[in-house]
Structure formats: C-alpha cells, structure tokens
C-alpha cells in the first residue's frame, strides 16, 4: 500500500499541490472561519484566472525544457493594443478585437520560438530580450500614459454570469480543457514532453523539434493575448506597467504545480493549481488585512518553503523508491544463487 | 582552440564599441569628450559589478535574477545601520556581509532542493525586495521614500576624484583585476568551470560542488552588496527599489560579455568589454536624445541579434573549417 502512495505522488505531482492547497485553505480557516465559504473560492478563482491562464499556456514551453519570461510584457502590449482598439470606434467589432489581442499575443510567441528554434538564442536569453522590447513598445505606443477608460459593455463582461460562474472563470477552465487535452491526447502535444526528456532522442525518432518548439512558443504567446482579454474587462484600466512581474508568477505556480524546469515533466493541471495555490496565498494576505508591505516577504518566504518542501518530498520519495527496488533486485539475487 | 574562440570574441567586442564610437561621435560631436567619457562611467558601474560577479555564477551553469533585490536590500541595511551607530565603515562592513549572506542562502537553498536556481533565486528575489520595503519601513521612511543624511566620506566613494580620475573607473579597475584573478588564474575558477561543463566529471574527481556553489552565489551576493551600496553612494540615498531594473542588463552584459548559459564559458574581461559596449550604448542614445525606455527596445535587440549573430557566426566558421579540410584530404 506504502509503495503505491509513493508511486502516485511521484507520478502525478499534482496530487502534492492539491494536498497543499488544501492544507493551506483550511488551515487558514482554523485561524479564521470565515474563510471558508463558497465566495471565497469563487473570488480565488476570479482573481487568478489571469495568472493561471498564463501559467497553464507558459507550461507548454517549459515542457520543452525552454523558458518564457516574456510572457508579463507580452501581456501588457496585447491588452494596450486591444484596449487601444476598443476606444478608438464607436462600434468596434468584437472579431478584429478578438483577432487583435489574440494575434499579437500569438505572434509575439512566434518570434520568441522563432529566435530559440532557428536562431539558436537560448530561451532565457531571448526572452529576457523580447520582455524588454515588448514592454518598450509599448511605452513607445502609449506614450508613457495609461489606458484608463475601457467600455462599459466590455468592462461588463468580466462581471457577468453563465451558469453560476464569471467569464473569467469560464475562460480559464476552457482554457485547462484546450492545453489538457493537447498535452495528453494529442500526438504534438505528446512530443513536447520527448523533446523535454531528451532533445537528441526526440530528433533520431524523427520528431520535428523545431516545428514543435515554435509551437510551444506560439501557445505560450496565444494564452498570455487570453490573460490580456481578461486583464482588459477585468481590471479596467491598462498601465504602462500592465503584467511586470506575471513572469516571476507564472514560473513559481509552474514549478509549484509539478513542471520541473528539467523538462518533460508534469502536467498542465498542476500548473494551474500551482497558480491558484500562489493565489490563495495572495487572497489569504489581504484577507487578513495584512500591510501592503509585508506581502511581498511573506510570498517569497511562502514561495520558497513550498519549492524546499516539495522538492524534499519528491527527493525521499525517489530515495525510497530506489531502496525498495535494490532491496528487490538483492531478495532476487539471493533467491537465484540458492537454487 | 576553445580559447581562441573566446578571445576572437573579444575581439569582435572591441570592434563593436570602435564602431559605437565612431557612430555616437558623428551623431554629436559632445559624446566624444573625454571627461564625459570618465564620469558617464558612474550610471552603469553597478550594472558592470553585478555582471562580473554573474559571471562566476553563469560560467557554473546557474543564473541569479535575485541580485537586483540584493542591491536594494543591502543599500537599505547599509542606511539602517548608518542611522543607528553613525559609524559609516562599519555600516558598509554589515551592508556587505548582508549581501553575501543573502546570496549564500540562494546558494544553500539551491543546494538542499536540488531545484532549479531560476526558481530558487525568483523566489528569493520576493523574500529580498519585500524585506528592503519592510525594513526602510521600520527605519522610518515610509513606503519607497529613501534613507538620506550619508557622510561626506560615503558619498565621495562613487562622487570623488583620485589623481583627477573619477573613482568609479578606480572601482571598476580594481575589481576587473580581483575577479579576473579569482576566475582565471586560481584553481576555485578552473572548479567553477569545470562545474559548469560537467557537474559530474566534477563530483567525480572530488570537488564539492555544494560548497563550492554556496561560496559561488556568496560571490555573487557579494557583488550585488558592493553595487547596492554604490548605487546608494552615487544617488546620496539609499532606496529599497535601487537596482530592481538590473537583473535584465546585468544578465545581457554577461552573455554578451561570452559567458555561455549552458555553462562552462566565461570571461571577465569579455564582461568588462560588453558593459562598456551596453553602458556607453545607453550613454549616447541619451546624447541623440532617446529615452531609457527606448533604449530598453534597443538593449533587447541588441542581445537578440548578438547571441544569435554568434551562433550563425559559429556555424559559418565551422563549416567553412570543415570544408577546407575535406579539400586537404582530397588533395
């Protein structure tokens, strides 16, 4: 039975993040009860489905054994530019809008995968490159000015209901649907983990590596154009400073949630508990009107004991694992010289 | 052959920033002015302190995004310190022992988990940016007012003369020459990289690697302090958001300065080479009047398009190598 715990949670490391979650969320309720309620998790989900769209999307490329910090800027300039848009007609069209946001999220990613894929630029690098360009244009397009008047229907958007659940929240879970079944189901998707395991192996059984590095690019763009369209309607106004730090966010709730930056493994439903645990985290602070100050101390501090913890956990379990199997192969051992 | 490689890259380097001359001193005769040259040297020193101490970490195959939190921190703790026993030397000393605690704990962290330094040091950064806001709370000013009244002596250390040089060029100098000591000629540098080719040749032939990464981010820490604490120098205040733009350029001078990110390649004087090339690069957009926002746009490309440059570069000479040999064999 032991050895079957110990194989589940090495195996899905997204069962571990939920322990947490859970862990965190009630124990936070001893503290205080009135946490516990059903609009406290609803609120969670409202607020972190930005960052856990963003997040599941960032997964894909780190899969591949890449890294995406662009994704903040990225975010940014596609909320200026579809914001931009929605103020510039009176009757903007919800498709070119759609396309607009979308797209640049989109190509921006392109360029990401084209740089690390054909250009040879290692991901850090160029990303760390395009995060700076990206966040450039867009102080260059806006002027250094803010967006602050977004369309009320719009602005309505985000607050409106289906079936019980915000938009925002609706988007998020198609989102989880779109990258899990990509990611399991899907024949590319599974080459994302091959390349993450091994690039060399994954060329010699002739996988198209850089076709499908491009394209972990591209989802990881496209899905940080989905936080934009949400950050628009549900933030309201677009600073020139509209994402910083999203990056930072999104590669701890990755990590968090089971995707080692060794790549090809983990899955992208753990990463979006990650994001929500990281917002949980969040919401818990300002529930208990804890000073502004203080948030980010205690985040990192947070941060870093569940990336210690986890880690540890994973590293006595893979211990144990091995003991138990060299204890198997000796009990065999000696069953063999004794015949 | 390996080294031959790098130092043609140097070369190129020192190319590029002849060129930056020529063009920045065509476009305003001012950007050519010696004594302009000397002082310009003061915005960017910390950038170039942090990137030489970065790359010790990224020549063993690590990354640190924590060491612009560092500089924050530590010119915070350095202002504390200053306020509570007016005895500026010793406030520096504890300024930079905070520092190199700071990037010890990165690298004992590290070590523990076994995860990924980009995480462990994102994580830290948090912890280190959080507690400079916090403690500049505690010292009395509020929120991202700083910590003001230094001595005269404490300013004089970014804002002096020596022989009517400025000391950050004395700073610079001297610490080129330590760290190129440290890297290059003693055997803890061949460790950092060897580490940073084969992390398993190196536990093989029995270096330990744990040890020998706490005391590699210590340096690194250390170097973020001495950057914090210049930065507080230069601007007469000590902030806790000092240095929180660094990470990017800091990252970008190393890389282009040669340093590989795979590990196992680095040079300093690579780095000195590439933070004069991105310090005078920001200097003179400012002369043709381009805002530091702008100039980010720039920065990035240019970062892009030198690695992915060198790359291409590589793989022409490499090419070309191979097919003269074919044509020797031929014959």
Redesign the interface.
């Known amino acids: 039975m032991k050895e079957k715990v110990t194989n589940i949670i090495l195996k899905k490391p997204e069962i571990l993040v939920t322990l947490i979650l859970i862990i965190y969320f009630f124990s936070i309720g001893i503290k205080n009860p009135e946490f516990i309620k059903v609009d406290t998790v609803i609120r969670i989900l409202f607020n972190g489905a930005i960052l856990t769209i963003v997040t599941m999307g960032m997964s894909a490329v780190i899969i591949t054994k890449n890294i995406d910090v662009s994704v903040g800027s990225l975010l940014g300039l596609a909320a200026t530019f579809g914001a931009t848009y929605l103020n510039s007609t009176d009757h903007p069209s919800i498709l070119i809008f759609l396309l607009i946001t979308l797209g640049t999220g989109l190509l921006g990613g392109l360029l990401n995968g084209l740089g690390v894929a054909y250009g040879g630029v290692s991901s850090i690098i160029m990303t760390l490159g395009t995060m700076a360009m990206f966040r450039g244009i867009l102080t260059l397009y806006t002027g250094g000015s803010w967006i602050d008047i977004v369309p009320e229907w719009y602005l309505n958007f985000s607050r409106a209901k289906f079936l019980g659940l915000y938009d925002p929240i609706w988007i998020m879970i198609i989102s989880l649907i779109i990258l899990w079944v990509f990611s399991v189901k899907i024949k590319w998707g599974r080459y994302m983990y091959a390349i993450g395991n091994s690039v060399e192996g994954a060329r010699f059984i002739g996988i198209p590596v850089k076709r499908v590095v491009l394209s972990a690019f591209a989802i990881s763009g496209f899905f940080s154009g989905v936080g934009a369209l949400i950050y628009i309607s549900q933030i309201g106004t677009i600073p020139t400073q509209a994402g910083i730090g999203m990056e930072l966010n999104a590669i701890a709730s990755a990590v968090i949630g089971g995707i080692s930056l060794m790549g090809g493994t983990g899955n992208i439903l753990g990463a979006g508990l990650g994001a929500l645990l990281l917002q949980t985290i969040k919401y818990s602070l300002l529930f208990f009107k804890v000073p502004a100050y203080w948030n980010n101390v205690i985040s990192g501090f947070l941060l870093l004991l569940i990336v210690v913890m986890t880690s540890r956990i994973q590293i006595y379990l893979r211990q144990e694992k091995e003991r138990e199997v060299e204890e198997a192969i000796q009990k065999e051992y000696m069953i063999r010289q004794k015949e | 052959m390996l080294k031959r490689k790098i130092s043609n890259w140097q070369t190129t380097l020192i190319g590029l920033i002849i060129v930056e001359f020529v063009i920045f001193g065509s476009l305003n005769s001012r950007f050519l002015n010696i004594t302009n040259l000397m002082y310009s040297v003061g915005d960017f020193l910390y950038i170039v302190i942090a990137a030489l101490s970065m790359t010790f970490i990224i020549a063993a195959g690590g990354?640190d995004v924590s060491v612009g939190s560092i500089m924050g921190l530590v010119s915070i703790i350095t202002g504390i310190f200053w306020i509570k026993t007016s005895n500026i030397i010793l406030a520096i000393i504890l300024g930079l022992t905070s520092g190199i605690l700071a990037g010890a704990l990165n690298g004992f962290?590290i070590v523990?988990?076994?995860?990924?330094p980009?995480?462990?040091t994102?994580?830290?950064?948090?912890?280190?940016?959080?507690?400079a806001?916090?403690l500049s709370?505690f010292a009395g000013s509020t929120?991202f007012e700083g910590i003001s009244g230094f001595p005269d002596s404490f300013i004089n250390i970014a804002n002096g003369l020596i022989f009517n040089i400025p000391n950050p060029l004395w700073i610079l100098l001297i610490l080129a020459i330590i760290f190129y000591i440290l890297l290059h000629k003693t055997k803890f540098g061949r460790y950092i990289f060897l580490m940073g080719m084969n992390p398993n040749a190196a536990r093989y032939v029995g270096i330990g690697i744990k040890k020998l990464t706490i005391y590699n981010f210590a340096i690194s820490g250390l170097g973020g302090a001495m950057a914090g604490i210049f930065l507080a120098s230069y601007f007469t205040n000590a902030r806790s958001d000092l240095g929180a733009d660094a990470p990017?350029a800091v990252?970008?001078c190393t890389?282009l300065g040669g340093a590989s990110?795979?590990g196992g390649e680095g040079s300093i004087i690579g780095t000195l080479l590439a933070g004069l090339l991105i310090g005078y690069l920001k200097y003179g957009l400012q002369m043709i009047n381009i805002t530091s926002?702008?100039?980010?746009?720039f920065?990035?490309?240019v970062?892009?398009l030198a690695?992915?440059g060198r790359?291409?570069w590589d793989?022409l000479s490499t090419n070309y190598k191979n097919k003269k040999a074919v044509r020797s064999l031929r014959r």
């Open positions: 990354i962290l523990i988990t076994q995860v990924n980009l995480v462990i994102l994580g830290s950064s948090f912890l280190f940016s959080g507690l806001l916090t709370g929120g990017l990252i970008t890389v990110i795979y926002i702008q100039t980010n746009v920065l990035g490309l970062l892009i690695i992915s790359y291409f793989m």
